[in-house]
């Protein structure tokens, strides 16, 4: 049950940015590839983020505080928070930014969902 209202999540995150883009007119970035950040500070919390999450990610498998796809959604959305400010910041006439925080939210209400066992 879990998975397809997960699956369901993820399906509507993507239908979502699809109508967003073009509503907006906003063109398709790549879907695979590392993200060019105009901030050399956020590129570095953004390294910061990934060493924390696969460090954790470690040691919860070792000791399972956690299940690992609330590690799982914690990353995606502080990696896409991060993003999504550089975006705001330093790209605002492309208006990417606000896929980034759409799709954030999405990830949120997940992680909302997931850690209060309601799915």
């Known amino acids: 049950m879990t998975v397809y209202i997960l699956i369901m999540l993820v399906a509507a995150a993507f239908l979502v940015d699809f109508i967003l883009r073009k509503v907006l007119d906003i063109p398709r ?5 590392k ?5 050399l500070a956020l ?3 953004d390294k910061y983020v990934m060493v924390a999450f696969v460090l954790f990610l470690v040691l919860d498998m070792i000791f399972m505080f ?3 796809y609330i ?3 914690l990353f995606l959305v502080a990696a896409i928070l991060l993003k999504g400010i550089d975006e705001w910041k ?8 606000v896929t980034s925080f759409v799709q954030m939210g999405f990830f949120l ?3 909302v969902l997931l850690a209060s066992g309601i799915v």
Do not use: D, H, I
């Open 71 to 73: 590690v799982s959604c």
């Open 90 to 97: 330093y790209k605002q006439e492309t208006k990417e930014y």
């Open 109 to 111: 209400t997940a992680f």
């Open 66 to 68: 956690v299940e690992p």
């Open 35 to 39: 993200y060019e950040y105009e901030s």
């Open 29 to 33: 970035s790549k879907f695979w590839g």
């Open 43 to 45: 590129e570095r919390w």
